[in-house]
């Protein structure tokens, strides 16, 4: 087995944990690559079926191709979706494209705020039907309890605390000082009414891992990774005021490995083209703490 | 944290798939260990460009000594070209291979961030300060070390330049240490005495200690064995989940795990264990690869069988060729205990084993020692938070397992204690499996037990039959029922005393709609025990119907029931290898001619006095 095996059977384990240990299951999915990768993975362990709703938070900021491309997957893949908002911070324009607040709290409004009440069912949730071709409210509002999350430890410094199985209390608040043991391959699958442990299939890869596994099983990818001609290519996706490409030639997924393993960000972070990482002085552990992807 | 060359990314080309080991450096408080660390990343070339200068700088401005432990502290702090960071983690490569070092934290408080990074370590640096010696977690480390199942442990006599790099304090250290490790079967593979903060002995020979000849820091790393493949050791692939996904026409049944050892074949005879099932193998299956006729240790997989077998998770499946795992209810264990309550006796606990998860009770204390003086323990009767000891587990049921030192994956395991992991341990041997927690409570129940004036014999004279617990098992629940019930209604018909209870009745709201909440199923199964004990005792013709239980559930029945006797009748084929079954009825028969085999039975049995239906 070589080292993407072994990740691949690392993530396939945690995934039938997950399933085997939580009713109510759900896999959060942002589009970009490593939330796709994470989607294969599921399809992986459980051999061609995905058997759990994927739910994708939307600011309504996000570059247009990503909700493009998640409607025509869903589609495809015949993937049970859900989406949730944070309805009345965008009816009211608190954003920070609006100019009404800073990135941080903007983030926390949209995000952080959308995800911890659509999780917990409290904010409408609307899936995708299939039949019609469009999302209707979802009659379910059952708190999910299992979170399934594809956050990799080497992205920034608050991710690489995580454990595979991560607890939240009702709050939704992480102590981060006081984690569960992971001892072996036998993770904290029991939890309290009320809590929801957060699940980390992706935790061990790094974003090189990410691309040569994508390469490998060649999965399809929203095309705003590559360069389309302008010299530039998004390495990293969200919204896109708070978002810009790198100046990149890759063309193809070959090419962006060359540049990762050896090119010109070999040595530059992921996420440099996240502003909001670079407001919150610790690193976005603040945010995280608070229930951030 | 990603120092220097983050390693993922700086992998060069030509190395392809290049080697990966994973250290755990542990130690006392302010032994050096970051010094250590430090150090090695400063020496062999895997800092940032500039950032030993920067530190140096930084420290001339304020006055300070420069110390390579700043490193570590400069470097969490490194937000420049946004490097990741976790103090938890260090990337430095040699010529040899990539090094992932596991800087475990050296208070107790984070004894649990210590065990759960030193779990995926291969090898160990345990650091002593020369100066201070042997200090309390000098020991407790080295014990967890060795629980951990971590076998190459180098001990590492630091700050020899503070003992005037003397021999006779190096020797004596080396001897105290070893004394103890002994006593927990740890052979460490050398000692090496370093001074961290001068660079002796790290990457280079000491040239203050010429009267060491052995390895560097360095040399040894590179001499630690990478973890040999377990193919060739016998088949042991747990069971993780059974599948059945309707979607899109699809028919398989496919149990779904990771190989922790071994290898299989399409076409293998395997066993399933502790349920002694036997089966061959259909397919091997995966999504998106090649047809696979074969898969070995390590892959996560899935198969399909050539017959219909009923398996819960957290079976293991072995080769009928493969020496199989020890099946027993009693096993002797390391443990170590980091519950905020203790591990006492008469508790119920969730024990994870592989994928297997079942209630268990701590059965016998052998020693215990104290996380508060380190001392070694007969008279302990709890393990307290951070305690270790060698104890004897029970189970409700037998379960499959092996001693740690012939597989890991199935020799090791986890307790939980109030939805948190509070211990881990591994385990020794199977235990003596006589004198079982059950048979000793059948023991104390039965001469506690205050009879009133009337006895059984009076009662079947009175009733004109015996009494009787009679449980009917298969497949398909709702048959099942529906026949138990159907015999109730007729015996009662006829003036027996009789009743019915269904097994759902005894579940908590959650077991009843999650099937497979093993832990409520047992408890269930023992309320059901006590219940026939009482029902029987009555006089009654206690009757009940289950699906999905196994030999072992019969055998808790059959005890717990005692002194009267259990019936025990299949509907449909016989799920059962070893427990005899009274009556085996095929689903086809009439329900006529069902009840009267079922009469036919407890005629024989005489239960009841003549034929009358």
């Known amino acids: ?58 600011t309504h900021y996000k570059i247009p191709e990503m909700i493009e491309y998640r409607d025509k997957l869903a589609r495809e893949w015949q993937l049970n979706i859900l989406y949730g908002e944070n309805t009345a911070a965008l009816d009211r324009k608190e954003t920070y494209p609006d100019g009404t607040c800073d990135r941080i709290t903007c983030c926390r409004k949209l995000k952080s705020e959308a995800l911890k009440n659509t999780l917990s069912g409290q904010w409408p949730r609307y899936r995708f039907d299939h039949r019609l071709g469009r999302y209707l409210p979802d009659t379910n509002t059952e708190q999910y309890t299992g979170v399934i999350v594809g956050v990799r430890a080497d992205e920034e410094g608050s991710r690489s605390k995580e454990r595979y199985f991560s607890p939240r209390d009702k709050e939704n608040d992480w102590d981060v000082g006081d984690q569960p043991p992971e001892l072996w391959n036998q993770f904290k699958t029991d939890f309290a009414p009320g809590t929801h442990v957060r699940i980390h299939p992706l935790l061990d890869w790094t974003e090189l891992n990410i691309w040569e596994y994508i390469d490998r099983e060649d999965i399809p990818l929203v095309s705003l990774y590559f360069d389309q001609g302008q010299g530039r290519r998004y390495r990293s996706l969200g919204c896109w005021p708070c978002t810009s490409p790198v100046v990149s030639q890759a063309r193809t997924i070959k090419e962006i490995i060359a540049e990762l393993r050896e090119g010109k960000y070999a040595n530059i972070a992921e996420r440099s083209g996240r502003e909001q990482d670079k407001e919150d002085g610790g690193g976005l552990e603040t945010l995280r703490r608070e229930g951030y992807m | 944290m990603n120092v220097g060359n983050p390693l993922p990314n700086a992998a060069c080309p030509e190395d392809g ?118 200090r309390e977690n000098s020991k407790r480390h080295g014990y967890l070390v060795s629980m951990l199942g971590i076998r190459q442990v180098v001990v590492l006599l630091n700050k020899m330049d503070l003992v005037g790099y003397d021999r006779q304090i190096y020797d004596s250290l080396c001897s105290e240490y070893t004394a103890f490790l002994e006593t927990l079967q740890v052979k460490p593979i050398a000692f090496i005495p370093v001074s961290a903060r001068d660079g002796e002995n790290l990457v280079t020979p000491s040239k203050q200690m010429p009267w060491y000849q052995g390895p560097t820091v360095l040399d040894q790393l590179d001499a630690f064995e990478k973890k040999k493949s377990d193919i060739h050791l016998p088949l042991r692939f747990p069971v993780q989940d059974i599948y059945k996904f309707t979607e899109e026409n699809d028919d398989r049944r496919i149990m779904a795990g990771t190989i922790e050892t071994g290898r299989l074949s399409v076409g293998d005879e395997v066993l399933f264990l502790p349920s002694h099932k036997r089966s061959h193998i259909r397919t091997i299956e995966a999504f998106h690869t090649t047809i696979k006729t074969e898969a070995a240790a390590g892959e996560a997989i899935g198969i399909t069988l050539d017959t219909q077998l009923y398996i819960k998770p957290g079976e293991i499946i072995t080769r009928s060729v493969d020496t199989p795992p020890r099946v027993n209810s009693r096993f002797k264990a390391h443990i170590f205990w980091m519950g905020r309550s ?64 012939a597989i890991e994956g199935t020799g090791r395991f986890v307790i939980v204690d ?31 037990w205050d009879k009133g004036f009337i006895t059984p014999v009076n009662r079947s004279q009175r009733n004109s039959h015996g009494a009787k617990f009679i449980v009917f098992a298969g497949e398909q629940y709702d048959h099942v029922t529906a026949f138990a019930k159907e015999l109730e209604r007729r015996l009662f018909v006829n003036d027996h005393q009789t009743y019915y209870l269904g097994f759902n009745n005894l579940l908590s709201g959650i077991a009843a709609v999650v099937p497979g909440n093993i832990a409520d199923t047992d408890d269930a199964i023992k309320k059901l025990g006590e219940l026939a004990r009482i029902l029987t005792d009555a006089g009654q013709i206690f009757i009940t119907a289950l699906s999905g239980i196994d030999d072992y559930d019969l055998e808790i029945l059959k005890v717990l029931n005692t002194p009267a006797e259990i019936l025990v009748i299949c509907l449909g084929s016989n799920t059962f290898s070893r427990f005899a079954v009274d009556l085996v009825i095929p689903t086809d028969v009439s329900i006529e001619i069902a009840i009267r085999q079922v009469y036919e039975l407890l005629r024989k049995k005489e239960v009841v006095a003549e034929y009358f239906i």
């Not at chain 2, 323990?377 to 379960?399: A, M, S, Y």
């Not at chain 2, 109030?418 to 001469?447: C, K, M, S, W």
């Open chain 1, 1 to 58: 087995m070589d080292h993407l095996d072994k990740l691949e059977a690392q993530s396939v384990y945690i995934f039938r944990e997950a399933y085997r240990e939580f009713k109510n299951l759900v896999m959060l999915w942002s589009i970009g690559k490593d939330s796709t990768v994470l989607l294969w993975l599921a399809r992986k362990a459980f051999f061609g079926h995905v058997p759990m709703p994927m739910l994708h938070i939307d």
């Open chain 2, 17 to 134: 798939d290049r080697e990966q080991i994973n250290i755990v450096i542990v130690g006392h408080v302010d032994h050096g260990k970051s010094t250590v660390i430090g150090r090695l990343l400063a020496d062999t070339g895997s800092l940032p460009e500039g950032k030993l200068e920067d530190v140096k700088a930084l420290c001339a401005r304020n006055a300070k000594p420069f110390e390579y432990a700043f490193l570590l502290d400069a470097l969490k702090d490194e937000r420049s070209q946004g490097i990741t960071i976790d103090s938890a983690r260090c990337f430095f490569k040699t010529r040899k291979r990539d090094y992932i070092v596991i800087d475990a934290p050296g208070h107790i408080e984070f004894l649990k961030n210590m065990v759960t990074g030193a779990a995926r370590a291969e090898a160990a640096l345990l650091v002593i300060a020369a100066d201070e010696g042997i």
């Open chain 2, 342 to 405: 203790p591990l006492i006796k008469d508790k119920s606990y969730k024990l994870k084993l592989a994928t297997c998860r079942v209630p268990v009770r701590l059965a016998e204390i052998i020693h215990v020692l104290d996380a508060t003086d380190l001392s070694m323990t007969h008279h302990k009767k709890q393990l307290d938070r951070h305690d270790v000891g060698e104890v004897i587990l029970e189970t409700t049921k037998p379960i499959a397992f092996d001693p740690v030192i």
């Open chain 2, 418 to 448: 109030h939805y948190e992991i509070a211990g881990g341990g591994i385990i020794l041997d199977e235990a003596d499996n006589r004198g079982t927690l059950l048979e000793h409570h059948i023991r104390e129940r039965e001469v506690a």
